[in-house]
């Protein structure tokens, strides 16, 4: 008869014989090794399990690689964009110029025709307070002539 090994302790039901003790410390050095024949299953969870690791590294690879040829293409775009946006910063720039030197014309030619519009209303005032004595005279000298007439 096997002699039954207890554990000190508050409770001192759970006792295991000697081979009971060695299939347990057996079971912790070599968790694969089983008394009950599940070698076999457990050997296919690992292969399973390996399958498992490696589609996921092989789905995570492909993954990436999807990834830098969305970033590389990204990276593409964006340099049309930023030789697009130069030219057309350019063509802005120089339309602008344009307007500028227009605008520079006209302020110039406003500036002449002012000042020939001030010179050719001083003229015309000139003008004015010269014939309106002259008017006079000469709607009196219709008058005297009408009176005469009459």
Sequence with gaps: MEEVVGFPGPAQEPRFTPAEIQELWALLEDPTRSSSGSQGSCQAV????????????????ESARRSRLRKKRHLENLAVQTDRLKMKNQELKRQLNLVVNRCYMVRRQNERLWSEFVALHARLSDLYRISVPMQQKENSCMQISFNYFS
Excluded: Q, V
């Design 46 to 61: 690992s292969l399973i399990d390996e399958e498992r690791r490696r589609k996921r590294m092989i789905s995570n690879r």
